[in-house]
């Protein structure tokens, strides 16, 4: 931090401290890396076991060690990356947790009030349902008003959504070992497609409102403005084209291919737009509050 101007130092983190004391600069100790390594060596460990054991007890973790780890992975980075926020890890674990669960119910009541079927009519409905259900645990956390930058609601967003997707990648995983007849391999290659796609869906859309709505809402509302209604209408669209847009390529490109070229643009698109609103919500951030200003 440079001497008496309170711009942030680009390789710190800052904790917003208590008012009245001083900012205390911590530097990145790439927890994401340490989690993400250390629950895939667990991973392997457990796939070995349950290979040599044929233990079906050991299958349960297997999954939840599968679908979470990434996840998880990708919240601590974002975390780490959160500058002035003033958001804590319990403020975030139940924002993963509590929030996840709440877009999960939500979106199991909504869905069945609309006739969803898997074609191009109905795949943005899919999309606006959930868009809608985790933007909702999004509020349900942070209704109190307690954090209300662009950055907190950017965290708080990918942890509601990445809590959502490993719910819901744990339910797809249980859901292919029922349908295959209890086959594991068919659950563990579930396990790990979705997983290691997770990052280009669910927690990145969340991640995109969220910011834009506590960037658009007053520190004692939340508030609903043509740009919230525009980021949720952008969401929902990459939503349903991470489902639909391999329908329309199959045709001249394959099944194959058209789904990694849809997933890839999607992905790429998700990402670059949450980087953008990441790079805003730094610049808000860039000049402390004058009692946390540097003396």
Known sequence: MEDNSGILNQK???????????????TRRNTW????ISATVFYILLLVALMLTGNPNLFPSLVMVGNFTVPVAYVAFLYERRYFSRLKMPTVSLAFLYGGLVSIIATSFLGPLFNIRFDLGEVLAVGLIEEFAK???????????QYISEMDGLILGAAVGMGFAALESTGYA???FLISSGSISVA???????????PLGHGTWTA???????????????RINLRVIGAYLLVSI????????????????????SVITSWSVVGFIGLYVLWTRWREAVRSQAVLPPETEAK
């Open 33 to 36: 890396l340490k989690v993400l």
């Open 188 to 198: 563990v290659e579930v396990t790990l497609l979705r997983g290691l796609l997770s």
């Open 208 to 222: 995109i409102l969220a910011s834009v709505l506590f960037r658009e809402s007053e520190k004692c509302c939340f």
């Open 135 to 145: 933007i909702l645990g999004v509020l349900v956390i942070a209704r109190r008003r």
């Open 238 to 257: 990459l939503h349903a084209m991470w489902n639909g847009l391999s329908l329309v390529l199959t045709p001249m490109i394959g099944l194959g291919l």
């Open 12 to 26: 710190e983190i800052i904790d917003s401290p208590v008012k009245g004391k001083s900012s205390k600069p911590v």
């Open 174 to 176: 249980f859901t292919a």
